[in-house]
């Protein structure tokens, strides 16, 4: 019975398929949907502006890390140094998720321009700040700036383009963040060995306000809607949207970003992780996770409200979804993590300038674009479920990092087959990097796409930012073991903000931490490792009887007829 009801469905879809028009002819016609009649020369324009947001933003986490001595030489202030990329981490991840469900309610083109602008402003200020502590505040700010334009820019993307050539741009801007992490360290080395620190956050006002002009006058006002749409954002009366705002919602995320990113930050560091305030941080963000889950369930016992929920319920209680979150903070732990400690881990034992570990670097990150180039050939052309693409990126990734835990020698120098350790990580990251994005439709709704894309960045950042924990933690435990008596822990603790302090080092007591890092890293690789491992199982909650398939997101998205939504409505 229950076959002849699948081949009932079936046989319906297909019927009902073969009635919708083809992309070519709602291409050639205006009125079928509004995101497909953006003209080429515009829409490459947008894509550009949204590749240069994604590069700015992703840029400015990263290239701060090899500057870290420069700027405590010249504002001081070095036991709150880590403060400066703790508070952009802070705004950066908590506002990933509300900003892409404002975009709902106040536009997509008004919200990322005013990200860009906060950006510029604070970007600005950073660049002439004159004490450690201005510095470490404007950076907050910066942060909101960089986590709008990072989760807009994935916002946007799937609403721009159409289905057909979804997998080619995915795979794009998921390669031009990996670009941009890699080249954060160079430029932060380059920049701060001129003595110009100051041009890290200056940079980004001249760049920041040509991305500000492209992406204004490109974008339509009301997309993705009609203009003469009655629901579009730029239509509805400002009392109307701020009607729909869950405050409450707003309150909870961001106070649990804050408070994770905070405890994970700090924990093992500035303070133990069995001490009142760490303990105090968890429970805090674990009691606000558990609130804004109970106050999205909430609106489905409603009839009516005007307002929407930040986290909407069918993302949480949706199994499929919730293994794609998974899949985005496992593959985030990986890659962040991994692009965060391997240049660390020449520069130390390897002894490469700050420039030649980002060159080192290339050997994963190069081969991002063609993991995500591959992602899209599997899910757009060969029409393989995105659970077993995902099997697949986690296979080279398990395999990757479990191979670089064999790295152990230092006196014979750098050994290249590390190389092609890296290169079989970084190409599993590209694949799971943008199967995630090409994913979304199929386990986010219409209505729910935009807060399901700034939920999985937050995931993805979230990710990130407990892994480059773990790894900080386990450095700095074995570093306080193996020399203790040998450093100072102001030695261990500048060693830890920037590899370049090993230059202060007396050379008889180098050998002794080149080889204590080197340890380290092999235990670092260790727990990537076993995080990798529990990403791949993870993912199989997506397993399903009968698996989505990327080939009918278009008919989802544009009649709400296919088979993902057939089977959901019955």
Not at 205 to 227: D, H, K, Q, S
Not at 292 to 307: E, I, K, Y
Request: with cysteine; aromatic share 10%.
């Amino acid at each position: 019975m229950e076959q002849k009801l699948d081949s009932d469905v079936t046989d319906a879809i297909e019927d009902a398929e073969a009635q919708l028009p083809t992309e070519s002819a709602i291409l050639s016609d205006p009125n079928q949907d509004p995101r497909f009649i953006i003209q080429r020369k515009r829409l490459y324009t947008i894509v550009l502006s949204l590749c240069l947001c994604l590069f700015l933003s992703t840029l400015e986490s990263t290239v701060i890390g090899t500057a870290l001595v420069a700027i405590t030489n010249d504002l001081q202030g070095f036991n709150i140094s880590s403060w400066i990329v703790t508070s952009y981490l802070l705004t950066y991840t908590g506002f990933l998720t509300a900003l892409a469900k404002l975009s709902d309610t106040f536009g997509r083109r008004n919200v990322m321009c005013l990200c860009i602008i906060i950006f510029i402003i604070f970007s600005i200020a950073c660049g002439v700040a004159e004490t450690m502590l201005q510095l470490i505040v404007f950076r907050a700010f910066q942060g909101i700036g960089g986590g709008g334009m990072y989760t807009m820019a994935f916002v946007i993307i799937p609403e721009l383009v159409p289905p057909s050539k979804y997998a080619a741009y995915s795979g794009l801007i998921a390669g031009v963040a990996a670009l941009s992490s890699l080249l954060g360290p160079i430029f932060g080395g380059i920049i701060s060995n001129r003595g110009n620190w100051e041009w890290i956050f200056l940079f980004n006002a001249p760049n920041g306000t040509v991305t500000l002009i492209l992406f204004y006058f490109a974008l339509p006002p009301a997309f993705p809607y009609n203009m003469e749409d009655a629901n579009a954002p730029v239509n509805l009366h400002l009392a109307q949207k701020v009607r729909r705002i869950d405050y409450v919602g707003l309150l909870l995320i961001l106070a649990s970003s804050f408070l994770l990113v905070t405890a994970i930050q700090e924990g093992g560091i500035a303070y133990p992780w069995d001490s009142g305030v760490i303990l105090s941080l968890l429970i805090l963000s674990i009691s606000c996770t558990a609130g804004l889950v109970c106050w999205g369930w909430s609106f489905t016992r409603r009839s009516t409200t005007a307002q929407e929920p930040v986290l909407p319920w069918t993302i949480v209680s949706d199994r499929y979804a919730l293994g794609l979150l998974l899949v985005c903070f496992f593959t985030g732990l990986g890659f962040i993590t991994c692009v965060i400690i391997l240049p660390q881990h020449f520069q130390i034992v390897f002894q490469d300038s700050p420039a030649r570990a980002g060159f080192r670097l290339l050997a994963m990150t190069l081969v991002v674009p063609l993991g995500s180039g591959a992602a899209g050939l599997a899910l757009q052309n060969l029409h393989t479920p995105a659970l077993y693409v995902f099997l697949t990126g986690f296979a080279f990734i398990i395999l990757g990092t479990g191979l670089s835990t064999v790295v152990k020698n230092v006196a014979d120098g750098f050994p290249t087959h590390e190389y092609g350790f890296q290169v079989t990580m970084g190409f599993g990251f590209g694949i799971n990097l943008a199967a995630a994005v090409m994913a979304a439709p199929l386990a986010f709704r219409p209505q729910h796409l935009a807060v399901g894309m700034g939920t999985s960045n937050q995931f993805r950042v979230l990710g990130g930012s407990i892994g480059v924990a773990i790894c900080a933690n386990i450095l700095n435990d074995h570093l306080a073991n193996r020399l203790r008596g040998l450093l100072s822990p102001d030695q261990i603790r500048a060693l830890l903000a920037s590899a370049q302090t090993l230059a202060f080092i007396s050379p008889d007591l180098r050998q002794a931490v080149r080889d204590t890092f080197a340890e380290s890293f092999v235990m670092q690789m260790q727990v990537i490792l076993g995080l990798s491992c529990a990403g791949l199982l993870a993912t199989l909650l997506m397993i399903e009887r009968q698996p989505r398939y990327q080939h009918y997101v278009f008919n989802r998205q544009n009649r709400g007829i296919g088979r993902y939504g057939m089977l959901l409505d019955r």
